[in-house]
């Protein structure tokens, strides 16, 4: 079994303080999903998590999904997507997707998604791949994974919005059965 990234524990931590919870150790997230970097350092480690700037800087360098972002003075930090808080807005503007977009899942949703399609569930936005690749290493973090195609360029035209992020996830609102096709059984 290959050794686990050392910082990969930092990474998970990172996502639920910047995606999710960033109250559970007092920090504050701007309304565009910003943090300091000083007060993530200062109150990560007052509540048990010790970090230091190098640390941050190699898991948002070294992350492969580039799932956070510094801003361009190097003073703020945040997740790239995937929020649950409703009060974030990452102000990312409307795009026009390529013909098909993918969704990796894990087979255990598939009927429920056979019955109610796509939903964002917890999170702002349904998450789609550009490739099949990305979409099947994302189905395979919660079970045994099943590739679902979305036909994009045909549910944009019907009015619905996309977005993409600044890690190339593509975002959406939620994916109507009719624009997804499943695999054969």
Known sequence: ???RDPHERT???????LRHAPDTIGLSLDRNGWADVAELLATATAHGTPLTLE????????NDKQRFAFSEDGLRIRASQGHSLRSVDLELAPAIPPAVLYHGTASRFITSIRQSGLKPGSRQHVHLSADRETAIKVGARYGVPVVLEVRAAELHTQGHVFYESDNGVWLTDAVPVRFIEFPAR
């Open 1 to 3: 079994m290959p050794a």
């Open 11 to 17: 990474s998970r931590f990172l996502s639920l303080i």
């Open 55 to 62: 640390t941050l800087r190699h898991v948002v360098a070294g």
